[in-house]
C-alpha cells in the first residue's frame, strides 16, 4: 500500500503544480495530504497509524519536519542561507539603478562594428549582470526592450535576436553569485553527509572492517565552494555563447550583420563614458567575487559586502531631482576603502597587540575611514529612501522573494520526507543501483531527468524536490568518487535551461511579454534551441574535464590561512605524487644524501652524529620504497583487468542477496506474529521458500574462485599500501633528525650570547632564597629553552631554581645543579665551536631533501606545493576497489 501512498504523494503535487497553485504550498500539501490519508487508512483497516508507511509514520515525518525546521532556521553552523536575502537585496537594487540600460547602450557601441557584434554585446552584458544583479526576469525584460528593437532594425535574424537575449539572461543562474548555487550548497551539504553513511555501510559491508578511512570519505561542499566552482564553467558557457554567435555572424553575415554608426567616435569622452559604465560594475564583482576567491571573505560577508556596494552605486544611478553631491558618497566610499587597505598593508592593526605609536597612527586611520565608510553608506541609504521610496521597496522585494524561497525549502524538506516515508528514496536507489553501467549510467539518467523537468518545473523545485533524492546516490559511488561541488556545478548548468526549455521556460515568457508583435513565439523557441545544445556541450565538457569545476575551489582552500597541513590523509597520494616526480626530474635530493653520507661528523656528541647519520640512512630507504611503490601499483593495475569484472559481478550479486534477505527476514517476522493460520492463508511461508531459492540461485552465480581472486588483490592493495607506509615514516625520519641537529648548530651564536647571564647567576645560586630570587632563575632558564639543544642546561637551572624556592634551602643541592649547569654549558660551547667546521653539508642536506621528504612535517605547503596539490586534487580519484 507504501506504493499507492506514494503515488498519490507524485499525483497530488504534479496536479498542484500543474494547475498553478503556488509551488510553496503546493510542495508540503502535497506531504500534508498523502501522509494524513495513508494514516488514517492504516488506523481504519488496520488499526495501526504507521500500517501503510515503509519506514517510520506520520509521528517520525512530524519529528522530521521540526528538525527540517530546526535546521533551516535555528542552527547556527548552518548559516549557507544568510547569503539569500544578501543577494537578493543586492540584486533588486542595481536593478532599480538601471544598470542593464546603460551597460546595453554602451556595449552595443563598442562591440557593434564586429561581425554579430550586438550579439556578443548582448551576451557580454548578460555576464556583467548574472555577476551582480543575477534576477533572470529584469535582465531579459531590459535586453528585450533595449537590445532587440535595436538588432531587429540591423537586419538580425529573429531566431538569433532573440535566442541570445533569452539564453544571456539566465547566466545568472550558473555565475556567481547566484541564489541557485546557494540552494545547492544546502542541499548537498545534507546529500553529502547522507552519502558519507552510505559509502561507510558500503565499505563494512565489502570488508568486514568497522571503520572506512578518511580517504575514502565523501566531502561535503559549501556556498563558497559552489561559487569558486562554478566560475570558470560560466566562463566557458559565455565563451562558448560569444563563439557561436561570431561564426553565426561569418558564415551568414546577413543575420548579425556588423552595425556601423557613421556618427560614433571612439574619442576620449566615448572611452571616458565607457570607463563609468564598466568599472563600477566590475569593481562590485570584484569586491564579491574577489573576496570569496582571495579567501578574505565568507559568502555571507561577500553577500554583505554586495549588498553594500550595490546600496552605494545606486545612491547616484537612481533618477533624482538635482544632481548636487551626487557621487560624494561614493567618493567617500573609495576614499575610505582605499584608507582601510593603506592600513592593513603597512599597520598592526590588531588593537589588543598594538605596541607603538605606528600601530596607534594605524588603527586611528582605520577607524576613521570606517566612520566615513558608514558615513556613505548612511548618506547613500537616506537618499535612495527619499527618491521615490526606492529603499523602502527594494526591502519589501528582498522580503517577498526571501520568503518565498525560505517557505519552499520547508515545504520541500516535507516533501522529502514523506516520499522516503513511502520508500520512494529505495525505489529510486535500486532502480539507479540495478542500472547497467555502473556511475556514469545513473548519473546520465538523472541529467536527463532533471533536462525533462526541467521543460515544466522552475529550477527551486527541481534543487529542492530532486537533488535531495538521487545526490546521495550518486555521491556514495565510490567508483567515480565525484565531489559534491562538481554535481552541483553539473545540476546547476542543467537547470540552467529549465529557464529556456518549451513550453514553460520562464525566460521565454518573459521575453515574449516584451518582443514586438513582428516577433512569432515560434521564432522566441527556434532561437533557443541552438543554445540549449550550446548548454548541453557546455555541460560534456565540464563532465569530461572535472577539474574545470574542482581546481578553483582547491587552490582556495590550500592556499588560505586555514589551509589543511601537509600530513592531512587525503593529500598523501597527491603529495607522494609530487615528491617522486620532483626526486624524477632533478637529482637535487640524491646529491645531497650523497654528500651528507661523505660528511665527517666527529665534532658532534655521538647521539647527535647518530641521529644525523639515521636521517641520511632513511633517506635512503625512502628512496628504495618509491621503487617498491612503482611496482606494487604496476602489480595492482595489472591484476585489475582481471579483478574489476568479478568485483562488479560479486557486488552487484551480493547487494541483490541483500535486499532479498531483508525482505526475507520481514516476511518471517510477520509469520512469526501472525501465526501459521493466517499466515498460510496469506501464503507467507510460500513466499519464504521463494525468496529462499531465489538467494540460493543468486549465491551460485558467485565464482567458484571468487575468495581466491579477492584475497589475493587484497594482497596486492596492502602491500602497496605497506609500502606507501614504510616511505611515509622513512621520508619523516629522514628530515626531522636532520633538521633537529641543524637547528641546534644554527643557534651557536645565540647560545654563546647566555655564557654571562649565565655566570651572573653564581652570586645568587650561593646566597638567594625566596620567589623573587628563583624568579630570577627561571629568566635565565627561559633564555636557554628558546635555545635549541640547550636543554641540559635549562633542566639543571631548573633543580636549583626549585631548591631555592624552597623554605628551607639546600644549599648544597643548589650548588650542584648550578656547577652541572656550568660544566655541560663548557662542554656544549667546546663542540658546538669545533662543528661548525660541518654546519655548511648539514645546511646542504638539509635544504636538499626540505621539498620532498620534508613536506609532510611543514605547517603549511609553499605556494607552489598548493598549487600542485589543487591541481593533483582536482581529477577525480577511483576508489571502488578498496570496496
Known sequence: MELFFLLLLVVIMATALGSGYPVAFALPGAAILSIGLAALAGYAFDGNTDAYFHSGGPQQWLTAGVTNLRGVYWEV?????????????????????????????????LFGPVPGGLGISVVFVGALLAATTGIVGATVVAMGMISLPAMLRSKYSQSLATGTIAASGTLGQIIPPSIVLIILADQLASAADQASTLRKSLHKEATGELSMPSVFDVSGTSAGEMFLGAFIPGLVLVGIYMVYILVFAILRPQSAPAVRDETQRFDARFWGRVTLTLVPPLGLIFLVLGSIIGGIATVNQAGAIGAAGALIMASYRIPGEGTRRLYVPAIIAIASLAAIGFALSNFNMNVKAMASDADKIGIAIGTVATITLMISLVWSALRAFRIENTLQSVMLETAKTTSLVFIILLGAAMLTAAFRGFGGEEIVREFLNGLPG????????????????????????????????????????????????WLGVMIGLNMQTSFLTPPFGFALFYLRGVAPAIVKTLQIYKGVIPFIVLQLIALGIVGSYPPLVNYLPNRVSLTSETAPPPRNPKLQLCLEEYVFDRIASTSATTDAIEAAKMLDLTALPRDLANDFNAGVESAETALDQIEVI???????????????????????????????????????????????????????????????????????????DWDEVHDRFAELTKAEDAARLQYRRAA?????DPAEVLAILESSEAFAELEAPLNDLRELIETGQGEADAEKVEQVEDMFDEVAGAGDIKSALAKSRREIDEDEVDRDVVIENYEDALAEYAAQKQWRADAQAALPGVRAYVEGVEGTFGIRLQDRFTRPQALAMASCNARHRDVSLNF
Open 732 to 736: 619523516d625520519d629522514a628530515y626531522s
Open 438 to 485: 555502473g556511475f556514469w549510467t545513473q548519473f546520465v539518467i538523472v541529467m536527463a531527468v532533471i533536462f525533462v523537468l526541467g521543460f515544466f518545473l522552475d529550477f527551486i523545485e527541481i534543487a529542492v524536490v530532486v537533488v535531495p533524492i538521487v545526490a546521495p546516490i550518486l555521491l556514495s559511488d565510490p567508483e567515480a568518487n565525484v565531489t559534491a561541488v
Open 630 to 704: 612503482v611496482r606494487a601499483e604496476a602489480a595492482v593495475a595489472e591484476a585489475e583487468g582481471e579483478y574489476r569484472p568479478k568485483l562488479t559481478l560479486v557486488r552487484g550479486l551480493e547487494k541483490k542477496i541483500r535486499r532479498l534477505v531483508e525482505e526475507r527476514d520481514f516476511l518471517a517476522t510477520t509469520l512469526s506474529r501472525q501465526g501459521e493460520e493466517a499466515a498460510a492463508s496469506d501464503g507467507l511461508a510460500e513466499d519464504i521458500a521463494h525468496l529462499d531459492e531465489e538467494i540460493a540461485a543468486l549465491e551460485a552465480q558467485i565464482p567458484a
Open 77 to 109: 553552523e548552518r548559516d549557507t542561507l544568510i547569503a539569500i536575502p544578501l543577494f537578493i537585496f543586492m540584486g533588486i537594487m542595481l536593478q532599480r539603478s538601471k544598470i542593464a540600460e546603460d551597460l546595453l547602450v554602451t556595449m552595443a557601441q
